[in-house]
Nanobody
Framework: QAQLHESGGGPVQAGDSLRLSCAASGRTSSTYAMGWFRQTAGKEREFVAA????????YSADSVKGRFTISRDNAKNTVYLQMNSLKPEDTAVYYC????????????????WGQGTQVTVSS
C-alpha cells in the first residue's frame, strides 16, 4: 500500500511558477504510475497530468498542456508537477495519486491518494 504526501502549494500571482512534489512510500512505490488531479469547491476532481512508473509515458490535460510538466525521480520516490504561467483558474486543491505500473487519466483507476495541497493563483 502506498502513502503519498504532497507539498509545494501556496499562494502565487498570475504568471508565476510553482513546483509541487509528491513523495511516495511503500514497498513497491517505484513501480507506481502517478497522477495529479485537482479540485475546486463544488466541482468534481479533474485530471491534470500522469506519468508511468518509469517515466516513459506522460499525459496532460488540454487545459495545462504547454504550461505544466510532470516528471519523477524514482531514486527519491518523488513525482513533480512543474506549473508555469499560472492562471487564476488553476486555483484548486491538487492531489497526487498512485496506481500500479501504467498511467491513467481517470481518477477511478487510482487506489491511493494523498491529502492534497492548496494552490491559489491571484490575478
Amino acid at each position: 500500500q502506498a502513502q503519498l504526501h504532497e507539498s509545494g502549494g501556496g499562494p502565487v500571482q498570475a504568471g508565476d511558477s510553482l513546483r509541487l512534489s509528491c513523495a511516495a512510500s511503500g514497498r513497491t512505490s517505484s513501480t507506481y504510475a502517478m497522477g495529479w488531479f485537482r479540485q475546486t469547491a463544488g466541482k468534481e476532481r479533474e485530471f491534470v497530468a500522469a506519468i508511468s512508473w518509469n517515466g516513459g509515458t506522460t499525459y496532460s490535460a488540454d487545459s495545462v498542456k504547454g504550461r505544466f510538466t510532470i516528471s519523477r525521480d524514482n531514486a527519491k520516490n518523488t513525482v513533480y508537477l512543474q506549473m508555469n504561467s499560472l492562471k487564476p483558474e488553476d486555483t484548486a486543491v491538487y492531489y497526487c495519486a498512485a496506481r500500479s505500473w501504467d498511467a491513467h487519466t481517470s481518477q477511478k483507476e487510482y487506489p491511493y491518494w494523498g491529502q492534497g495541497t492548496q494552490v491559489t493563483v491571484s490575478s
